[in-house]
């Protein structure tokens, strides 16, 4: 008689499967974009509260740019929303927003909702990106690709800001897009100029 093989010895080992809490973002065929750090997950390395959090750096930029735009601009005329809002994109697609920028009269009558929106705002402002890149073809064409599904779906100007080699990137529709560094003043609704620079200087009016 033969041996009998112990199958629990052969059985392959079961994939981690990936959370939904790990996509970061859908495209608007519904592809996912999952979070920088999500492989480290599926190796067991890293839960998921370590992966979807922001960097001080991050939280900083973004804090000092909301501490401004609360100021500047007429709290009657423009909501600035902000915590990786949700704009949907089409029926499964989605993108997350550091920074938007809405003027009231178009959020008139929207219930507030534990919902993502699909109305775009005039302005949107985000800082680096929690996406794994290393995915794409071309890491760097995500920057491009977010920036003019944006535009297309209406967002009047789309600015990033880079963190690494202290960059902005400005993008308007139907204009030549514009990277300059943090010292150059951004132009924003009521005649307002945004200075990264000097915000982070901690001049911050």
């Given at each position: ?130 996406a794994e890149l290393e995915d794409l073809p071309v890491p760097l064409d995500y920057y491009h ?45 009521e005649n307002v100029t945004l200075n990264l620079a000097n915000l982070m200087a901690g001049n911050?009016?």
């Open positions: 008689m033969g041996e009998v093989k112990d199958k629990t010895q052969t059985r392959a080992p079961r994939r981690k499967t990936i959370p939904e809490a790990l996509v970061y973002e859908r495209l608007p065929d519904g592809t996912p974009i999952y979070y920088r750090g999500y492989k480290d997950y599926i190796k067991g390395t890293r839960n998921i509260e370590s992966i979807v959090g922001s960097s001080y750096q991050q939280s900083l930029i973004i804090t000092r740019i909301l501490r401004f735009l609360f100021k500047q601009l007429p709290e009657h005329q423009y909501e600035v929303l902000t915590n990786e809002f949700g704009m949907k994109t089409s029926n499964k697609g989605w993108r997350n927003l550091d920074i938007a920028i809405y003027d009231r009269a178009q959020l008139k009558g929207i219930p507030v909702e534990a919902k993502y929106l699909s109305i775009p705002p005039k302005i949107v402002i985000e800082v680096d990106t929690k690709l977010k920036t003019d599904e944006l535009l297309s779906q209406g967002v009047q100007k789309v600015i990033w800001v880079f963190t690494a080699n202290e960059k902005i990137m400005e993008a308007e529709a139907g204009k030549d897009w514009i990277t300059s560094g943090w010292t150059r003043s951004i132009a924003l609704p911050l009016l």
